[in-house]
């Protein structure tokens, strides 16, 4: 971890991040806009070499609307073959840093038939559908408590700064708990019954592990769902990963223009 934060605060200099951004699918280019440092995660000691596709793998540290920002283009995801640890890893680094807020931004299936692809959701909560926890293991006394308290994940205050910055901006919003499974199968018509049954309104393959460490490590986390399209069984469509990334698209400058007011005001 030292070797990391060392190796990261080298390239940075004097440049103190206080809010983190995980860009999710379709968001990366956010971080395209503006004068940075960039490092790939491949230089980064202590990041496991990135592979993903479509997405740059790299921090990008940057200056937005007058608040120091560390984003993450791209991430890593269990589905990929990656350890909770690898995949959680880049939250810890972000609290070493000095980051008191994260910002973590995904694409969902909407599981409430009542939501409409192409409205975003402000997580409330989530559901850990994934089947493991990225606490486990030896516990790092440095960063956080071996047994977390989990009532409040997802900020009740950033949630409404961020309800009022989309009714200013007229942007359609959603609010509710999101279910993170491993993927990279989309889930049964019969699971999305579950998950709504159980109280889920949104479903996705990240997240989850990230706001979890995030909590753990006692930074305040604001969670938003692009819902893509409709999940297995709420609609009659079959799903597939090009309809994901087209919403995805469509929605993206508002979404932007959200992040970058809520970076503002934060
Ligand atoms: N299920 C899981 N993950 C997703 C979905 C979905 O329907 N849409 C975008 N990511």
Request: net charge negative; proline share 4%.
């Amino acid at each position: 971890m030292n070797l990391t934060v060392n190796f990261i605060r080298e390239k940075i200099g004097d440049f103190q991040p206080e809010i983190g951004i995980i860009l999710g699918s379709g968001l990366g280019d956010f971080a395209d806009s503006f004068d940075s440092i960039k490092i790939s995660y491949n230089d980064i000691p202590g990041f496991e070499k990135s592979n993903v596709q479509g997405h740059k793998g790299q921090l990008v540290f940057a200056e937005v609307n007058g608040k120091k920002v560390v984003m993450m283009q791209g991430r890593y995801h269990f589905y990929e073959g990656y350890s909770m640890q690898t995949v959680t890893y880049p939250v810890k680094v972000m609290k070493k840093l000095g980051v008191k807020t994260l910002i973590i931004t995904n694409a969902a299936g909407a599981v409430t038939p009542e939501f409409t692809p192409g409205d975003l959701m402000f997580i409330t909560d989530h559901i850990n559908f994934m089947g493991t926890n990225p606490l486990i293991g030896k516990n790092d006394d440095t960063l956080g408590t071996r047994f977390p308290d989990m009532s409040e994940v997802y900020a009740k205050d950033l949630i409404i700064k961020a309800q009022g910055i989309a009714e200013d901006l007229n942007i359609s919003y959603q609010k509710g708990v999101y279910v993170s499974t491993t993927g990279p199968s989309y889930e049964t018509p019969a699971e999305i019954h579950m998950f709504r049954l159980l109280g889920g309104n949104a479903v996705g393959m990240s997240t989850v592990p990230e706001a979890i460490v995030a909590n753990y490590c006692g930074l305040k986390v604001l969670g938003i769902s692009c819902l893509t399209n409709y999940a297995a069984g709420v609609s009659e469509t079959p799903l597939n990963h090009h309809e994901v990334i087209e919403t995805a698209d469509k929605v993206k400058e508002s979404f932007k223009n959200l992040l970058s007011e809520f970076i503002k005001q934060v």
